[in-house]
Nanobody
Framework: QVQLVESGGGLVQAGGSLRLSCAAS????????MGWFRQAPGKGREFVAV????????HYADSVKGRFTISRDNAKNTLLLQMNSLIPEDTALYYC????????????????WGQGTQVTVSS
C-alpha cells in the first residue's frame, strides 16, 4: 500500500517554469518505478515521464522531451517533475503514479495514483 500526494501545480505564463512534487508514504521500501501522467479536458490520460527505482533510467513523452525533467529522492520518498519552457498545450491535471518493477508508459500498469495537481499555462 502506497499513498501519493501531488503538489506544486498552479497558473504560469507560457515560457515559464513549475516544479511538481509527489510525496510517497506507506510501503515504499520495495522497488517501485514512478511516473507522471496528465489529463487535459476532453482527452485521455497521457504519459509524461517515468523513472526507475534507482533513478538511473528515465523516459519522456516526445511532447515534453527536452523541457521536462523527472527525478526522485528515495531517501525523502519524493518524486519531482521540473517543467521548463511551458506551453499552453501542457495545461492539464498532472498525476503521479507508482508500480512495482520496471518502468512503463501504460497508465493501466500502475498500481497507485495520487489525486492530481492542476497546471494551467496561459498564452
Amino acid at each position: 500500500q502506497v499513498q501519493l500526494v501531488e503538489s506544486g501545480g498552479g497558473l504560469v505564463q507560457a515560457g515559464g517554469s513549475l516544479r511538481l512534487s509527489c510525496a510517497a508514504s506507506g510501503r515504499t521500501s520495495s522497488n517501485y518505478a514512478m511516473g507522471w501522467f496528465r489529463q487535459a479536458p476532453g482527452k485521455g490520460r497521457e504519459f509524461v515521464a517515468v523513472i526507475s527505482w534507482s533513478g538511473t533510467s528515465t523516459h519522456y513523452a516526445d511532447s515534453v522531451k527536452g523541457r521536462f525533467t523527472i527525478s526522485r529522492d528515495n531517501a525523502k520518498n519524493t518524486l519531482l517533475l521540473q517543467m521548463n519552457s511551458l506551453i499552453p498545450e501542457d495545461t492539464a491535471l498532472y498525476y503521479c503514479a507508482a508500480k512495482i518493477g520496471d518502468s512503463d508508459y501504460d497508465p493501466t500498469k500502475y498500481h497507485y495514483w495520487g489525486q492530481g495537481t492542476q497546471v494551467t499555462v496561459s498564452s
